[in-house]
Nanobody, 125 residues
Framework: QVQLVESGGGLVQAGGSLRLSCVASGRTRSAMAWFRRAPGKDHEFVAAISWSAGLTRYADSVKGRFTISNDNARNTVYLQMNSLQPEDTAVYYC????????????????????WGQGTQVTVSS
């Protein structure tokens, strides 16, 4: 089992920044990711990182604005979000994968085994 606890969400004006954190405990993870779900929409991939190598991948919609990183000593993955826009408003979920990955971390929702409870991010215009 893996337990994931997210924090850092909130309300911010367009153009502002937030940093989300996700503390993981339990089994070793091969990759971790952030997904988001806006009202009335499906889960959307945001960013992922391979736990050991630190390789990353991003959705096109956030590339250049968001940065995913991890701190192995703290078992924490971060999502630094800059230049936030109203369309970034969503509940953001942290996810962990146990099975081995390829060179890059996966981006499909079904490739992740454990999920956090989510943290709300609201961007006002």
């Amino acid at each position: 089992q893996v337990q994931l606890v997210e924090s850092g969400g909130g309300l911010v004006q367009a153009g502002g920044s937030l940093r989300l954190s996700c503390v993981a405990s339990g089994r070793t993870r091969s990759a971790m990711a952030w997904f988001r779900r806006a009202p009335g929409k499906d889960h959307e991939f945001v960013a992922a990182i391979s736990w050991s190598a630190g390789l990353t991948r991003y959705a096109d919609s956030v590339k250049g604005r968001f940065t995913i990183s991890n701190d192995n000593a703290r078992n924490t993955v971060y999502l630094q979000m800059n230049s936030l826009q109203p369309e970034d408003t969503a509940v953001y979920y942290c996810a962990a994968r146990i099975a081995r990955t390829g060179v890059l971390p996966p981006r499909a929702r079904n490739d992740y085994d454990f999920w956090g409870q989510g943290t709300q991010v609201t961007v006002s215009s």
